[in-house]
């Protein structure tokens, strides 16, 4: 056996020194087994330290199998052993097993200790039983059964962080003040990062200021998570002072810091600003990623640059990285918006070849092309093979369904759909009402449409302004104007503001079923809330008001309500 001895030579029996390494799991057994056969055996603190050792390793199973065997041998096991089973079911997710280690240890007269709460909080968290970890925390400080240190307050901060209760973790992070646990920058970093995913980066960059005041400082982790609440929320200056800052505080940023730059440039469509950013990374020592490629990837396609995108995905490949399933959902998503599903497919048959699991993303990418394309049979076919493979449809997928059947004129089989998702337990949202009802509205259902919109309201969903255009718009195009303004009047008074979508579709109703005096008077309605005329509203309005009907007042509204770059373009032909 290569490996340090547990107990040396000098001092055989009751030593309590231990091993530092293992070449593998098999050197820590055959050691555990020396271990049980000493006479007299090796202290508890021995077997625990050589039980560290092999968790470390991530060999959650042998390590309570080990303990067992002490168990069963007789040897006496203490608190600190029991803590590791504890640690271990956590690991594997089984936490009520436990708990069951914690009974033992109660009715072997030990006393846990502030660790073992720590560690059945954590396994609690780990399995999404938040509020479970809550009420054991409150039990903790009701009964005053131990004072919580910084990690017990951090392993509930955790959890609800990630169940997207931000509120009450800064609450809970003033409590721990008041009591005299002084947060590390992981607490203070784990809150900034929950502010920032609810977009709420005011409040974490005034946390930040607040933690650097009290002495703790940030690091890269915190200024990873601000800088990433604030690319996503546009605020480019605010982002580059971030940076600015790290580099003032000796902060290196690392290959994560990069990768969020990388990826909001591109997400902007600033993809050559995202490959200067790119190669600083490589000039600081970090080496470009599978996300760096994904990311570029991605830029790439969103912008409907496929070769450029390919060019990437190839130089990742010659680099000895390997794409994963993220990579190639980028790939299909932009074959697809630019209409060319059969490369798409030749990606998803990689995929295949490359064993990597199709997600539902990169299904519901495939089902938009190929409705986009016409091919409503192909996409039905795919979509039962999704399910068939146990891939789940999302909110999303439903939604691609509803208005590719609806688009390719199929909006029957689009009803039958949408009623066996609610017949499968599904609660639709308003999005899937509102392609449904668009769908109906723009095939001819106006009756449908309506009946769509009554039961949204009737489930208590409140529909939006997307809502409420599609519904106008098929008014509108069965020449029910007045019913249609009466809708515009309704919405306002529900809450939901109309846009300049809402006018043009008004605007084009009334051109066509109305008169000249009416246009007019829709036009001074739109000039007194702000609406500009868009380009279809404009040409259509040329090719229905001759030109000797074009008075003053008309000119006057045109120069008012259309762009400029419209104005100039007056002799081009209606599309």
Known sequence: MTTTQLLPK??????????????????????????????PLPLPLNFNNLLTEIVKMKRYTTAISLINKLLSSQITVDACMMNIAINCYSHLGH??????????????????????????????????????AEILFKKLIKRKICEPNEVTYGTVMNGLCKGGNTKMSVRLLRFMEERGCKPS??????????????????DALKLLTEMVEKRVLPNVVTYNSLIDGLCGLGRWDGAKQMVLEMDRRKISPDARTFNIIVDAFCKEGMVEDARSVVNVMVERGEKPDVVTYSALIDGYCLRGQMKEAVKVFDAMVEDRIEPNIVTFNSLINGYCKRSNVDEAMKVLAEITRRKLEPTVS????????????????DALKLFEHMQSVGVTPNFITYSVLLDGLCKNRRVNEALSLFRIIINNGIHPNVALYTVLIDGCCKNGKLGVGLDLFSELCSRGLRPNVVTYNAMINGLCNQGLIEEAKELVVKMEKNGVYPNGVTYNIVLQGVLKFKTFEDVLLHLKEMDARGFPVDASSFYLLLRSIPEKEQDSNFTDLMIKLVPQDLLKSKSQPVK
């Open 95 to 132: 936490i009520d097993l436990g708990f069951a280690v914690y009974g033992s240890i109660v009715k072997l007269g030990h006393k846990p200790l502030t660790s073992t709460y720590n560690t059945l909080l954590k396994g609690l968290v780990l399995e999404d039983r938040v509020l479970e």
């Open 362 to 377: 990169t299904y519901s990418s495939m089902l938009y092309g190929l409705f986009k394309a016409g091919r409503s049979i």
């Open 185 to 202: 920058e992981q607490v203070y970093s784990m809150i900034i990062d929950s502010l920032c995913k609810d977009r709420r980066v005011d």
């Open 10 to 39: 000098s001092t055989p029996t009751r030593s309590n020194q231990i091993i530092k390494r293992f070449n593998n799991l098999e050197d820590a057994i055959y050691l555990f087994n020396r271990m049980i056969r000493k006479k």
